[in-house]
């Protein structure tokens, strides 16, 4: 794909809420709610701990909703 070949060369910022696209075509996630960065991980390091990014997406999301 192109955002992977341009990847290997450069920094490529992907905004978007497909998570599957998300963990195909990127090494580092960040998850901003409301203009704030709530979570920033490697996804070797999210894969490594068990953590599905489906989940935690919710749970940095929602929290702001509850309040």
């Known amino acids: 794909s192109l955002v992977r070949a341009l990847g290997n060369d450069h920094s ?3 905004s ?3 998570l599957p696209d998300v963990e195909r075509l990127c ?4 998850i901003i709610s409301e203009g704030r960065a709530v979570f920033e991980a490697s ?3 999210l894969r490594d701990q068990g953590a599905k ?3 935690v997406f919710v749970q940095f ?5 509850e309040s």
């Open 27 to 30: 090494d580092r996630v960040k």
């Open 53 to 55: 990014l489906e989940e």
């Open 16 to 18: 978007t809420h497909i």
């Open 61 to 65: 999301t929602m929290r702001k909703m």
């Open 43 to 45: 996804m070797e390091g």
């Open 12 to 14: 490529v910022i992907l």
